[in-house]
């Protein structure tokens, strides 16, 4: 334990994609850096796994696009299927990559920019003097090391036992939670070949998913994004549900092989349900609910804010300073966030599906709103909202 480090400028602990990203540019920044992470890598990591715009954008800034595209399933389409059975095919700038590929990418390339890796550790507590931060308490192995730090980040995940330690969770409730599992079915790699994501009656809630993965594997998956929904723990019930009801899935498990265990995972959605800092300290990722409501989709929002909250950093100043331009930074975002947890009632309300994908295979238009949803460059509500589902009906 004493070959261990004992101080840096800053410790980040979770190596995801917020983590990563924030790591990789304090590197390149010049900083000392310190990774911490509860495992091994490469790991596995409960998600969906789909890269849509947003992510690209990250990756593409981060300097890894072109390695993780070499890796990962490109896609050109979200497929929308509504309970009645219409689909759309909404195009975008899309792919899939597990996250043990994707992760070990993102760290490693922290890793070239300069950044260390500890050996794993589990964050314990912050260190603390006269009511600041300056480093954290870690498990590793059987021993508690003790590391000073000018400032930490924490970039750890849904999971709020981190947060709660460092005094920053005011939600232990998550905001959805889902479960996935991956299918090798290399006879379904050309009927499936888009983004599905299947809204039901007996998925009231949220809805169900298939994303192509490389290797004719498939991640295959169910979840609620409402954290009110008394269901919600009954993840099982609702993937066997989406399984009957949805022909592909039905059929991609009949013929395909399960590889490794279906894994359940709790959502922090739109930015709610956490304080972002303290004296000496910042929180990102999905951690502070990085994640959208509506879709569930959050890497390339984590790797975002994990990048806002190294561009705060390393603009220098005092505390005040900088936490105030890191919390402005996520301010910023905050409203489109906001439009996306308004959208949220679709889930709730999957006959209204039918009408945006009856609507939306009729317009040119309406169909170039959705792709504008899906890169960010349309507001959701003009579509998904109560008044923009009335204004389909005379569009």
């Not at 399933?73 to 700038?93: E, K, T």
């Not at 490693?108 to 589990?122: I, Y």
């Not at 899935?249 to 709610?272: F, I, N, Y």
């Not at 999905?286 to 975002?304: C, D």
Request: with cysteine; aromatic share 6%.
């Amino acid at each position: 334990m004493s070959a261990l480090p004992t101080s840096c400028d800053v410790l980040i602990v979770g190596a995801g994609p917020a983590g990563s990203a924030c790591a990789q540019q304090l590197a390149r920044g010049g900083w000392q850096v310190l990774v911490a992470d509860q495992h091994a890598f490469p790991r596995d990591k409960t998600c969906g796994d789909g890269l849509i715009p947003d992510a690209h954008a990250a990756l593409r800034r981060l300097g890894v696009l072109d390695e993780v595209m070499r890796l990962a399933q490109p896609v050109h389409h979200v497929s929308c299927f509504a309970p009645r059975g219409g689909r759309i095919d909404v195009p975008g700038s899309l792919a899939v990559l597990p996250r043990r590929e994707l992760d070990h990418v993102l760290l490693r390339a922290a890793q070239a920019a300069g950044a260390t890796l500890l050996p794993p550790a589990r964050f314990e507590a912050p260190l603390e003097e006269a009511g600041r931060v300056v480093g954290a308490r870690l498990k590793i192995g059987d021993q508690v090391h003790t590391l000073r730090a000018r400032w930490v980040v924490l970039a750890t995940g849904a999971a709020p036992q981190a947060m709660l330690a460092a005094g920053l969770c005011e939600r232990r409730v998550p905001t959805g939670v889902a479960l996935r599992g991956y299918i090798k079915n290399d006879a379904m790699r050309e009927r499936i070949n888009t983004l599905q994501i299947v809204w039901h009656k007996r998925l009231a809630g949220g809805y169900g998913w298939i994303f192509p993965a490389p290797g004719g594997l498939f991640n295959i998956g169910a979840g609620y994004t409402g954290q009110s929904d008394a269901r919600a723990q009954n993840l099982r019930a609702l993937l066997s549900a989406f399984c009957e009801l949805h022909a592909d899935a039905r059929d991609l498990v009949a013929t395909g092989q399960w590889v490794g265990e279906l894994k359940g995972a709790p959502l922090r959605c739109s930015l709610d349900g956490a304080r972002w800092s303290r004296p000496g300290l910042l929180a990102t990722g999905e951690a502070i609910g990085s994640t959208y409501a509506f879709t569930g989709e959050g890497i390339g929002k984590a790797m975002e804010t994990g990048l806002l909250a190294a561009d705060a950093l390393l603009a220098g100043g005092d505390d005040a300073t900088l936490r105030t331009r890191y919390e402005s930074a996520l301010k910023q975002l905050k409203p489109r966030f906001d439009l996306y947890a308004k959208a949220e009632h679709v889930n709730r309300h999957p006959w209204l599906t039918d009408l945006v994908v009856w609507r939306a295979s009729k317009s040119p238009r309406i169909l170039r709103r959705m792709s504008g949803v899906l890169d960010e460059t349309q507001n959701p509500g003009r579509i998904l909202s109560w008044s923009g589902i009335g204004k389909l009906l005379f569009e």
